[in-house]
């Protein structure tokens, strides 16, 4: 579907906001955060009905009851089954759409409405079957919510393939990373990895991605809001990021994800829609050279994701890449996507045997591509910010390691309307750093 806007935006400006079409917390936090609000709270209280589920106060289980005076009745029956999680909000799903019109419009998005019908679902693509997965948790939908309200096979294949679809997980708190403001695990860096749970935005689902995005979206338990990262003109289409276009484990796997698991038959966006070698993203300098070095690279990306799980994190020989990119400039443009994604994986703190000048100069070249690309505010440069911020403090390059800082917190204020100060600086940058920074500018 195609959005288009009705006025302009700059950076930083909200262009949609939406609530959830239904939303559930993880199981580890019901007794951790508010049901209704989702932040952390320490004098919770109980539902009286189901003695399950917890709010902060009146006007929070006030808000929230509509939704949950569905399951309340039922929370009793719930225990940890396998796949809890999934359980719970399919078993939500169910008693919410209980007698209505799957048809029924329940979103709008500028001036389209989206209702439940309209998400797309892997089986009805013929992607995948879901009988197994299906399979998996009827039994225990049947314990939870009784199996007089459990729908039959297809139909329940059919809700289980457009929630794994188009669920957005959000974190715990107000914020996307542990903040300081509303975090559930307060300071504990590990709130940034923590998913908070999992909520439906009809409209914001059915956003297009694109390569090269102008806007991001960003969901929490209260909304998601889709905020512009870059100057969008009046009916410009709306596009945000599906998934990490560098920084992803699956590196070569980011167009096939894109395209095939989000069903969209190729990717709409201003650089895919060039003929492949002309675009940023897929330049080719030298035809001859090109396929094989793209090839090579692929492989070299790809490999830590093929191995099984619980291997030890295979390391990429330096040597090799460095080889490798020294061909990728015969051959590609300094801004192929393969070309960022090797001085990505070349430069990533987690292989530190370079030298930090080198690193910098690695990281520097590689946020000047992504720039050039993808404009100053794409959310995938916090990260080589915040570790120039911190290789530049290492050198004692105290002026450019504050630059990096602000840099680090414009971006995050144009992406989410907040600041993150210290949080997941772990690697980086303590808080106290960054707080002296930032006092030194003010
Ligand atoms: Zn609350
Ligand atoms: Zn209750
Ligand atoms: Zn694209």
Same mark, same amino acid.
């Given at each position: 579907?195609?959005?288009?806007?009705?006025?302009?935006?700059?950076?930083?400006?909200?262009?949609?906001?939406?609530?959830?079409?239904?939303?559930?917390?993880?199981?580890?936090?019901?007794?951790?955060?508010?049901?209704?609000?989702?932040?952390?709270?320490?004098?919770?209280?109980?539902?009286?009905?189901?003695?399950?589920?917890?709010?902060?106060?009146?006007?929070?289980?006030?808000?929230?009851?509509?939704?949950?005076?569905?399951?309340?009745?039922?929370?009793?029956?719930?225990?940890?089954?396998?796949?809890?999680?999934?359980?719970?909000?399919?078993?939500?799903?169910?008693?919410?759409?209980?007698?209505?019109?799957?048809?029924?419009? &329940?979103?709008?998005?500028?001036?389209?409405?989206?209702?439940?019908?309209?998400?797309?679902?892997?089986?009805?693509?013929?992607?995948?079957?879901?009988?197994?997965?299906?399979?998996?948790?009827?039994?225990?939908?049947?314990?939870?919510?009784?199996?007089?309200?459990?729908?039959?096979?297809?139909?329940?294949?059919?809700?289980?393939?457009?929630?794994?679809?188009?669920?957005?997980?959000?974190?715990?708190?107000?914020?996307?990373?542990?903040?300081?403001?509303?975090?559930?695990?307060?300071?504990?860096?590990?709130?940034?990895?923590?998913?908070?749970?999992?909520?439906?935005?009809?409209?914001?689902?059915?956003?297009?991605?694109?390569?090269?995005?102008?806007?991001?979206?960003?969901?929490?338990?209260?909304?998601?809001?889709?905020?512009?990262?870059?100057?969008?003109?009046?009916?410009?289409?709306?596009?945000?990021?599906?998934?990490?276009?560098?920084?992803? &484990?699956?590196?070569?796997?980011?167009?096939?994800?894109?395209?095939?698991?989000?069903?969209?038959?190729?990717?709409?966006?201003?650089?895919?829609?060039?003929?492949?070698?002309?675009?940023?993203?897929?330049?080719?300098?030298?035809?001859?050279?090109?396929?094989?070095?793209?090839?090579?690279?692929?492989?070299?990306?790809?490999?830590?994701?093929?191995?099984?799980?619980?291997?030890?994190?295979?390391?990429?020989?330096?040597?090799?890449?460095?080889?490798?990119?020294?061909?990728?400039?015969?051959?590609?443009?300094?801004?192929?996507?393969?070309?960022?994604?090797?001085?990505?994986?070349?430069?990533?703190?987690?292989?530190?045997?370079?030298?930090?000048?080198?690193?910098?100069?690695?990281?520097?070249?590689?946020?000047?591509?992504?720039?050039?690309?993808?404009?100053?505010?794409?959310?995938?440069?916090?990260?080589?910010?915040?570790?120039? &911020?911190?290789?530049?403090?290492?050198?004692?390059?105290?002026?450019?390691?504050?630059?990096?800082?602000?840099?680090?917190?414009?971006?995050?204020?144009?992406?989410?309307?907040?600041?993150?100060?210290?949080?997941?600086?772990?690697?980086?940058?303590?808080?106290?750093?960054?707080?002296?920074?930032?006092?030194?500018?003010?």
């Amino acid at each position: 579907m195609s959005f288009l806007t009705s006025k302009s935006y700059n950076p930083g400006d909200v262009i949609y906001e939406e609530k959830p079409f239904i939303r559930v917390l993880k199981r580890d936090l019901w007794d951790k955060i508010c049901a209704g609000c989702c932040a952390k709270s320490t004098g919770l209280k109980k539902c009286s009905g189901c003695s399950v589920m917890k709010y902060c106060g009146k006007s929070c289980q006030k808000n929230d009851w509509p939704d949950h005076k569905l399951e309340c009745p039922y929370l009793r029956n719930y225990t940890d089954f396998r796949n809890k999680d999934i359980v719970h909000m399919i078993g939500k799903l169910i008693l919410k759409l209980k007698g209505k019109d799957w048809k029924t419009a &329940a979103s709008r998005i500028f001036d389209v409405e989206v209702s439940f019908d309209d998400l797309l679902s892997q089986a009805d693509h013929g992607l995948q079957n879901l009988s197994f997965e299906v399979l998996d948790i009827t039994t225990s939908l049947e314990s939870y919510i009784g199996k007089e309200n459990v729908p039959d096979k297809e139909i329940l294949k059919e809700l289980y393939g457009k929630v794994t679809n188009n669920s957005f997980e959000f974190y715990g708190g107000k914020y996307p990373f542990g903040n300081g403001f509303e975090n559930i695990f307060g300071k504990d860096h590990r709130a940034m990895t923590i998913k908070g749970g999992s909520a439906l935005f009809l409209g914001a689902s059915k956003l297009d991605h694109s390569c090269v995005p102008n806007a991001v979206y960003h969901p929490t338990g209260a909304s998601i809001t889709v905020r512009a990262i870059r100057t969008i003109k009046k009916f410009e289409k709306v596009t945000v990021p599906y998934t990490n276009m560098i920084t992803n &484990a699956d590196a070569p796997l980011v167009h096939e994800y894109v395209t095939k698991f989000k069903f969209r038959e190729k990717c709409y966006c201003s650089d895919c829609s060039q003929v492949p070698g002309e675009s940023k993203l897929t330049k080719i300098l030298d035809a001859s050279k090109a396929f094989g070095v793209i090839l090579e690279t692929d492989m070299a990306l790809q490999l830590p994701s093929m191995l099984p799980i619980n291997y030890p994190n295979p390391i990429v020989d330096r040597e090799y890449l460095k080889h490798l990119l020294k061909r990728q400039d015969k051959a590609l443009g300094r801004t192929h996507l393969r070309r960022m994604q090797t001085l990505a994986k070349l430069y990533s703190p987690e292989q530190p045997e370079l030298s930090k000048e080198e690193m910098r100069a690695g990281i520097v070249e590689l946020t000047e591509c992504m720039k050039e690309v993808f404009g100053e505010y794409h959310p995938e440069l916090a990260l080589y910010y915040r570790s120039l &911020a911190n290789i530049n403090m290492q050198l004692g390059n105290e002026k450019e390691a504050r630059e990096y800082c602000f840099k680090v917190s414009r971006l995050e204020y144009v992406n989410y309307g907040a600041f993150f100060h210290g949080e997941g600086w772990e690697d980086t940058l303590s808080e106290n750093q960054f707080r002296h920074f930032m006092e030194k500018r003010s």
